[in-house]
């Protein structure tokens, strides 16, 4: 089975700059997770998908962040413009839905903002 | 907001020795509770997990133990080994996946 694709896998950028990351999840998979792993930490919940729908996107700074996943699978993650804050890995990961599932994580994305 | 503390945040431990990460959550609708183990470059994944219905679970070396009232839960790693190295996480969530909040982590070094 294959797991969660992510895309790229670093990602060099300047202060101001537009960037945005790709997830493709495991197949049959409801559920979809950004999270952002800024160095030390744990990763912090941005925003989750179920199907094509937001259920929740409460700590998504939306002045800077959107994300949309078209027809229910890939996933994409944009930041505009972006902040030497904004430096971080972004994880996605995603889950068959429904009680208590298992959240399987892709590689991340290492974005460095100079 | 609601959070998940995680101690300690550094463990150093002899290669056969035990080793316990506490974890403590503050969410009272949370329900569902999994450790990841993250090696580097890549991204966590899931070596145990537990409901609030039971009180422990055992798989292997690994096990975990979750006290509802106290809010807290804790990972038991015994005869650990050198590939036990790695950051570990704890979460908390609940039903769905909602609300997933983890902890800051631990490095755990198994010294050979």
């Known amino acids: 089975e294959a797991g969660v694709a992510q895309s790229p896998r670093y990602k060099i950028i300047e202060k101001r700059q537009s960037v945005a990351f790709w997830c493709n999840p495991i197949?049959?998979?409801?559920?979809l997770y950004w999270y952002q792993q800024i160095l030390g930490q744990g990763p912090k919940l941005l925003i989750q998908?179920?199907?094509?729908?937001?259920?929740?996107d409460s700590q998504l700074p939306k002045d800077r962040f959107s994300a949309e996943r078209l027809k229910g699978v890939d996933s994409t993650l944009k930041i505009q413009p972006a902040k030497l804050e904004d430096s971080a890995v972004y994880l996605c990961?995603?889950?068959?839905?429904?009680?208590?599932?298992?959240?399987?994580f892709g590689p991340g994305t290492r974005l460095t903002v100079l | 907001g609601e959070n998940v503390e995680q101690h300690p945040s550094t463990l150093s431990v002899q290669e056969g020795d035990s080793a316990v990460i506490k974890c403590t959550y503050s969410?009272?609708?949370?329900?569902?509770f999994p450790w990841y183990k993250q090696e580097l470059g890549k991204g966590p994944q899931l070596i145990i997990d537990?409901?609030?219905?039971?009180g422990e679970k055992k798989d292997q070396r690994i096990a975990v133990t979750l006290n509802k009232t106290a809010k807290h839960f804790s990972l038991h790693i015994t005869e650990t080994q050198p590939e036990d190295s790695a950051v570990y996480f704890c979460?908390?969530?609940?039903?769905?996946?909602?609300?997933?909040?983890f902890g800051a982590g631990t490095r755990l070094f198994v010294k050979a």
């Open positions: 990961a995603s889950s068959l839905g429904g009680a208590y599932n298992e959240q399987f």
């Open positions: 197949s049959g998979h409801a559920t």
């Open positions: 998908f179920q199907n094509n729908g937001v259920v929740d």
């Open positions: 969410d009272s609708a949370s329900n569902y």
């Open positions: 537990i409901r609030s219905n039971v």
């Open positions: 979460a908390a969530a609940r039903t769905g996946g909602f609300k997933t909040i």
